[in-house]
């Protein structure tokens, strides 16, 4: 197959990249590098069957040219990580909707199937505990910074089903929480890259609130095999499925094993919300998802266990945190 990654340089799209490569798939990978890393791709530089090309998905004319070559779209590339998010909102809020609209527009231009890459954020803070694929939203107010990736993303969501209505094969993964190696501290999945750097360097692990925040940490292997079937899986298009572990951590307990499994002698303290995100940050307190869906229709079963998960990304950025 002749696949396109939109992120492909990024945290879960540089894994897929590499998972379709080695199943012999040819790979178009479109990145502009800004929270993506030329690193996660470096390996495959060159190689006759992976071609890079550094640049935006706001660029139509080159969106075009790539998906009018290609069977199948994987589109990841989006403004990520609540807290670049919450740093500037409108270049998330013009990257994910408008960035998103030039991709379902060449997909449905040519006929071609997506995998929207969309997130658990969708469903804020309800406290409907587990999420379900078709719960409702319960979002704070828009002068919340955070909720603007929620409904940036959530637009995403229509703009697909709304293509789909029209006969594009489309099908949407929300992720949990994915965590492992390449994680970028300043990017995706900051808690995990946050409190491996600190531990490693022996500073003080930082949880915010109380710590009884609670999210469903996934590994990387696990979310990219969601991805993936969700490309392939037939009965699950023009449907949105929950991709990740359903093991509840606490944020306390992530630290705690953390600095268990790295040998670290860091204290574990406690911040409030604002040191790190400013005034007026709203938190979601519990995050689990319903998996029942993505298992009885694409047949994902996460498979690695938080410790395992940790053991492997704490190896990883202990080659390559060393700042
Ligand atoms: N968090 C923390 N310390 C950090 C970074 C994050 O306690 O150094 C908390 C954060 O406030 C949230 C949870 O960890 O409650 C998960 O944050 P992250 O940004 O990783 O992802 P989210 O699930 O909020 O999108």
New binding site residues.
């Given amino acids: 197959m002749k696949v396109l990654v939109t992120g492909g340089a990024g945290y879960i799209g540089s894994h897929l990249v590499d998972h379709l490569l080695s199943r012999g798939d040819e790979v178009f990978a479109i990145d502009n590098l800004s929270t993506g890393n030329i690193a996660n791709i470096q390996p495959h530089l060159g190689q006759n069957h992976f071609h890079f090309l550094d640049d935006t998905i706001l660029n139509e004319n080159l969106l075009d040219l790539l998906v009018s070559q290609v069977d199948l779209v994987y589109h990841l590339a989006a403004i990520v990580?609540?807290?670049n998010v919450v740093a500037d909102p409108l270049a998330a809020i013009k990257t994910n909707v408008t960035g998103t609209e030039v991709v379902l527009n060449a997909a449905f231009k040519y006929w071609k199937k997506v995998v929207l890459a969309s997130t658990s954020?969708i469903y804020g803070k309800s406290a409907k505990i587990p999420f379900h694929e078709d719960d409702d939203r319960v979002l704070g107010p828009t002068t919340v910074g955070r909720w603007s990736y929620s409904t940036s993303k959530a637009i995403d969501e229509h703009f697909a089903f709304a293509y789909a209505a029209k006969g594009l094969s489309m099908a949407i993964v929300r992720y949990f929480?994915s965590y492992g190696p390449r994680l970028d501290e300043k990017g995706y999945?900051?808690?995990v890259a946050?409190?491996a750097r600190q531990a490693l360097k022996g500073e003080p692990i930082?949880?915010?609130g109380d710590g009884l925040?609670s999210?469903c940490f996934t590994y990387i292997d696990d979310t990219v095999v969601g991805t993936v079937l969700a490309g392939e899986v037939k009965a699950g298009e023009r449907s949105v499925f929950n991709i990740g572990s359903d093991a509840e951590t606490t944020?306390q307990d992530l630290a705690l094993a953390i600095k268990r499994l790295s040998g670290s002698r860091s204290d574990i303290i406690f911040v409030p919300?604002r040191a790190?995100y400013g005034e007026g940050f709203e938190?979601?307190r519990r995050?689990v998802p319903s998996i029942d869906r993505a298992r009885e229709v694409l047949g994902f079963i996460p498979k690695v266990k938080l410790e395992e998960g940790l053991m492997r990304t704490i190896a990883w950025c202990r080659e390559h945190y060393t700042r």
Avoid: C, I
Wanted: no cysteine; aromatic share 14%.
């Fill in positions: 990580g609540v807290k954020e929480n999945g900051s808690v946050n409190f930082t949880v915010h925040q999210r944020v919300y790190y938190d979601t995050r």
